[in-house]
C-alpha cells in the first residue's frame, strides 16, 4: 500500500492522519491542489484508528448548528459514496432514536432538536409509545420519551477509507502508511515535517491524528485541550432482524444497532 522509497523533500501541503477524515480532506485539496504534491501520513496501517474501530453511526442530531451542517453534507455524500467512488459503504438510514429516561435528559433533548430543526431537518419527539411501535423489542418502562431523525443511519466503514483512498491514488495524492510525524518546527514560510521515512518540507500541515491530535500539535509547541477516551464496542452473532435505528440512552452513553448482517454492534 505504500510507495517504496523515500519521500519528497517538498510538498504543498502534509496531512496527518489517513482516517476518514484526512482522507477526506485530501480529496477536496486534491480539486483545489496540484494532487502530486498532497502527501497524507499515518503511522499506523490505513484502519489502525478510530475510522477503523466504530459503530459506523451517522447522525445529525447535534447541538452545534456548524456540526448539523457538516453531518447533513456528509449524509448526502454517503448517499451518493458508491457512484462517486466505486464503493459501497453499505449506508442503510434507520434513523437515530436518542432515549430520555428522565425530564432532565428530555429536556436536553428537546433544545437539541430544537437546534436540529431550525437547520431544516424534521427531527420528531416520541412518547413511549410511539417509541415501542417503532421497536418493539424495546421495553417503555422508565422511558420519558425520544428524539428520532429517520434521515440517520449507519455505514460500514472499511468501504469508506478504502473508496477514498483509491480515489487518492488515481488522483496522484502520495499516501503513507506506517509513517511516523517525529518533529514539526517552522522554518520561515515553510514547515519541517520530520518522519521515519526523512525530512520533508511544506507551506501547510493539517492536523487529522484524531485522538492522537494532542500529541502532534505539541510537536508544533501548540497545546490543543482533546482527552482520548478509549471505549469498549462488541458485536454479537447474527440474529434475525428486529433493530432499524440506531438506539442511543443520554444516561450511559451506550448506542445499539443491527447490522446488515444481523449482528448487533454495540
Known amino acids: 500500500m505504500t510507495p517504496a522509497g523515500p519521500l519528497?523533500?517538498?510538498?504543498?501541503?502534509?496531512?496527518?492522519?489517513?482516517?476518514?477524515?484526512?482522507?477526506?480532506?485530501?480529496?477536496?485539496?486534491?480539486?483545489?491542489?496540484?494532487?502530486?504534491?498532497?502527501?497524507?501520513?499515518?503511522?499506523?496501517?490505513?484502519?489502525?484508528?478510530?475510522?477503523?474501530?466504530?459503530?459506523?453511526?451517522?447522525?445529525?442530531?447535534?447541538?452545534?448548528?456548524?456540526?448539523?451542517?457538516?453531518?447533513?453534507?456528509?449524509?448526502?455524500?454517503?448517499?451518493?459514496?458508491?457512484?462517486?467512488?466505486?464503493?459501497?459503504?453499505?449506508?442503510?438510514?434507520?434513523?437515530?432514536?436518542?432515549?430520555?429516561?428522565?425530564?432532565?435528559?428530555?429536556?436536553?433533548?428537546?433544545?437539541?432538536?430544537?437546534?436540529?430543526?431550525?437547520?431544516?431537518?424534521?427531527?420528531?419527539?416520541?412518547?413511549?409509545?410511539?417509541?415501542?411501535?417503532?421497536?418493539?423489542?424495546?421495553?417503555?418502562?422508565?422511558?420519558?420519551?425520544?428524539?428520532?431523525?429517520?434521515?440517520?443511519?449507519?455505514?460500514?466503514?472499511?468501504?469508506?477509507?478504502?473508496?477514498?483512498?483509491q480515489d487518492l491514488r488515481r488522483r496522484g495524492v502520495e499516501v503513507r502508511t506506517r509513517t511516523e510525524v517525529l518533529g514539526l518546527s517552522r522554518e520561515g514560510p515553510q514547515w519541517s515535517v520530520g518522519t521515519s521515512r526523512g525530512t520533508v518540507r511544506t507551506a501547510r500541515v493539517l492536523n487529522a491524528a484524531g485522538g492522537w491530535s494532542r500529541d502532534l500539535s505539541a510537536l508544533a509547541g501548540l497545546a490543543v485541550p482533546n482527552t482520548p477516551t478509549r471505549h469498549e464496542i462488541l458485536a454479537t452473532e447474527p440474529v434475525k432482524p428486529f433493530l432499524d435505528p440506531m438506539v442511543v440512552t443520554l444516561r450511559r452513553g451506550l448506542y445499539l444497532s443491527q447490522s446488515m448482517r444481523g449482528e448487533i454492534i454495540g
Request: hydrophobic letters at 40%; one cysteine or more.
Open 8 to 165: 519528497r523533500p517538498q510538498y504543498d501541503c502534509v496531512v496527518v492522519g489517513a482516517g476518514v477524515l484526512g482522507l477526506f480532506t485530501a480529496h477536496h485539496l486534491a480539486k483545489r491542489l496540484d494532487p502530486r504534491r498532497i502527501l497524507v501520513l499515518d503511522r499506523g496501517y490505513l484502519s489502525a484508528g478510530a475510522s477503523g474501530r466504530n459503530g459506523g453511526g451517522v447522525r445529525q442530531q447535534w447541538e452545534a448548528t456548524a456540526t448539523i451542517r457538516l453531518a447533513r453534507e456528509a449524509v448526502a455524500v454517503y448517499r451518493r459514496f458508491p457512484r462517486e467512488f466505486g464503493y459501497n459503504p453499505w449506508f442503510r438510514q434507520g434513523g437515530y432514536l436518542f432515549l430520555a429516561f428522565s425530564e432532565e435528559e428530555a429536556g436536553r433533548l428537546r433544545k437539541v432538536s430544537g437546534v436540529v430543526r431550525s437547520e431544516g431537518l424534521p427531527v420528531r419527539w416520541l412518547e413511549p409509545r410511539a417509541i415501542q411501535r417503532r421497536v418493539p423489542a424495546l421495553s417503555p418502562e422508565g422511558l420519558v420519551g425520544a428524539t428520532y431523525l429517520s434521515s440517520d443511519g449507519v455505514i460500514f466503514p472499511f468501504p469508506v477509507l478504502w473508496g477514498l483512498y
